[in-house]
């Protein structure tokens, strides 16, 4: 009758270990699977949803961006992307690049798809960040009065910082380009 007794304490004693190494190891399994899951980026890198606000340091995969404007040679610390659609529904990507001091060195541009932006609105986005190179004429006084307007829209100029006040205003100049 002992040996029974202790038998039985021995193989619950066993089945305890087990049932407590088995949920240790469902812990582990069920947590190495959250870990996976809030790691995992879901996000489509060419959706234009996705980059319909500026996005730091992120771009669109298999997009070749042409050069805007270069101010410097300097190699850029971080950069923003936008996409956005002109007034022909031609839709694009706008990168600026920022220095250390968070101030624009360069800009680019890339076509959404096959569909090639036209001239203007190229001519336009150079002009987003660095200005236009001669005087204004009465077709760009349009242009101004759209920017200004979103100015003050989205309140540009109330934003916390530097960098804040560049991109909302840059992105009302692609807006009205």
């Given amino acids: 009758m ?3 007794k202790k ?11 087990m049932k407590n ?6 812990v582990f ?3 190495g699977f959250a870990t996976f899951k809030a790691n995992s980026n879901y996000t489509v890198k060419n959706d234009k949803e996705y980059f319909s606000s500026f996005k730091k340091n992120e771009e ?3 997009k070749k961006f042409n050069i805007l404007n270069k101010k410097s040679e300097v190699a850029g610390e971080t950069f923003y992307v936008i996409y956005k659609e ?4 031609q839709g ?3 990168k600026i690049v920022l220095d250390k001091n968070e101030k624009p060195i360069a800009t680019y541009y890339a076509n959404e798809g096959d569909q090639q932006i036209s001239n203007s609105t190229v001519e336009n986005l150079k002009k987003v960040i660095f200005g236009p190179d001669k005087a204004v004429n009465a077709i760009e006084e349009t242009t101004t009065q759209c920017v200004t307007k979103c100015h003050r829209t989205n309140k540009c100029y109330d934003k916390p910082t530097s960098t804040g006040v560049l991109l909302c ?3 009302c100049g692609i807006a009205c380009a």
Avoid at 7 to 17: G, I, R, S, V
Avoid at 21 to 26: E, H, Y
């Fill in 60 to 62: 669109p995969k298999n």
């Fill in 2 to 4: 002992k040996n029974t």
């Fill in 7 to 17: 038998k039985t304490k021995l193989n619950f004693k066993n089945k305890n270990n």
């Fill in 29 to 31: 399994l069920l947590f």
């Fill in 92 to 94: 694009f990507y706008f």
């Fill in 86 to 89: 002109n007034s022909l529904g």
């Fill in 169 to 171: 205003s840059a992105e």
């Fill in 21 to 26: 190494n088995f949920l240790i190891a469902l």
